[in-house]
């Protein structure tokens, strides 16, 4: 099993950028996929982005994709999400989520996740 922990969130200008980080405990971190949601208040809790075991194949979510990126280091255990030209609609309280093995069509629905981590809060002022 996998416990990830979100940190790097915080409070930025639109137009800027930020760094979020998410640790993952556990010795197999390079057989899991991992994934990045978030949830603003009054909404659903949306996918934002997500990368495969290899760190090579990513997926993003239209409303991101051009300004976030995923990465991950596996040799550290930790998957990395770069905002970029950052929106006051992308505030939100953002997720980091894993999955041991691949997922089947559905990276981009929560109910592929078992394993999340507490979230760290993103708030982009205009």
């Known amino acids: 099993q996998v416990q990830p922990v979100e940190s790097g969130g915080g409070l930025v200008q639109a137009g800027g950028s930020l760094r979020l980080s998410c640790a993952a405990s556990?010795?197999?971190?390079?057989?899991?996929?991992m994934g990045w949601f978030r949830q603003a208040p009054g909404k659903e809790r949306e996918f934002v982005a997500a990368?495969?075991?290899?760190?090579?194949?990513?997926y993003y979510a239209d409303s991101v994709k051009g300004r976030f990126t995923i990465s991950r280091d596996n040799a550290k255990n930790t998957v990395y999400l770069q905002m970029n030209s950052l929106k006051p609609e992308d505030t939100a309280i953002y997720y980091c989520a894993a999955r041991y093995g691949g997922i089947s069509g559905g990276y981009y629905t929560t109910a592929s996740y078992p394993y999340w981590g507490q979230g760290t809060q993103v708030t982009v002022s205009s």
């Open positions: 556990g010795r197999t971190f390079s057989s899991y996929t």
């Open positions: 990368v495969r075991q290899s760190g090579i194949i990513t």
